[in-house]
């Protein structure tokens, strides 16, 4: 008699957002039991829509910042996959309390809640801009000091902290993804996104922030999720750090041309409001090594320009 293979009791913050529901979307193929904890502020309904009614998923509307909501919600869950925060870097220079709301004290309540309920593994979506303007390029796992330069990216580098300290503390599992900039379908946010619509409101012409020449690596969410499920599942000590990132960079003229060409424009001229970064808080050069990831047996064949060149396509498709 075949046994059946137990599937995992797996709790998505934010599985209504951009990556987490791509996160979802893996999740359900391989048929664990998904409940997505969200309250909507960017994630999308559509996002999610093609779940509702299976009997392994279920929906909750929720705010991480109501404690007793995420406290309720972790009974009995095996692992999370905490992917929500506000993950507009932008936002930190004219609301200083957004990002320590919306992540720091949003991740606490998470990790008190698996705590509480005894949840013995987690895994986090943090970011490049943990390392601040690092003078290591590609940046490793080990860089350091980290000195972010952005509210968002203290926020995070605040939440790993919460959650290593957390993991050794109260014997929990814990995995940190440091991304660099995801890009895909169903993305909402971003200089693609951004630009796209400018274009759309001015075919003529667009205006670059910075000189245009901010080089950053680009992955593609397809590739970002593949990545994410292969160190789980290959990965096990009691805090597991991964950089996760295409290997070369694209700037932010580059792309420019990319989205101009992908929408058969013509003739567009290009501005820029000056300085060498997009706005106070932006890391001008971003790329991660992700020899760490090659070594465990993941690596990925995608550059930045095709994760843009695919991105541009869905989003205009
Ligand atoms: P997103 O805004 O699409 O997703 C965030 C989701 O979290 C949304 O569905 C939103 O409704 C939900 N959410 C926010 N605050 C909440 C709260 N208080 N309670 C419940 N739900 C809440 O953003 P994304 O780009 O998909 O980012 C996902 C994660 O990846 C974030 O943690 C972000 O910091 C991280 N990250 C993203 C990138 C990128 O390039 N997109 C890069 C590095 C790190």
Known sequence: MKTEIQ???????????????????RLMETGNK????????SGHMEFIEQHLGKPNFTLIKGDLLNAEEIY?????????YHVAANPDVKLGSVDTRVHFDQNITATYN???????????NIVFTSTS????????????????PLVPISLYGASKLACEALITSYSHTFDMKSWIFRFANIVGDRGTHGIIVDFIQKLRDNPQQLEILGD?????????????VKAIMFVVNNSNEAVNIFNV????????TEIGEVIVEEM??????????????????????MLLEVEKLKRLGWNSGYSSERSVRETVHSLLH
Request: with cysteine; charged share 25%; glycine share 14%.
């Open 212 to 224: 245009g020449r901010q080089s950053k690596s680009y992955l593609h969410v397809s590739e970002c």
């Open 7 to 25: 599937k995992e009791k797996i709790l998505v913050t934010g599985g209504a957002g951009f990556i987490g529901s791509h996160i979802v979307d």
């Open 72 to 80: 309720a919600a972790c009974e009995g869950i095996d692992l999370v």
């Open 110 to 120: 998470v990790l008190e809640a698996m705590r509480r309920n005894n949840v013995p």
């Open 129 to 144: 801009t943990v390392y601040g303007e690092a003078e290591v390029i590609p940046t490793p796992e080990e860089y350091g």
């Open 264 to 285: 058969g424009l013509e003739n567009v001229e290009f501005t820029y409001t000056g300085g060498n970064r997009g706005w106070k808080g932006d890391v001008p050069r």
């Open 34 to 41: 998904v409940i997505v904890f969200d309250n909507f502020s």
């Open 245 to 252: 990132g295409s290997e070369d960079t694209i700037n932010a």
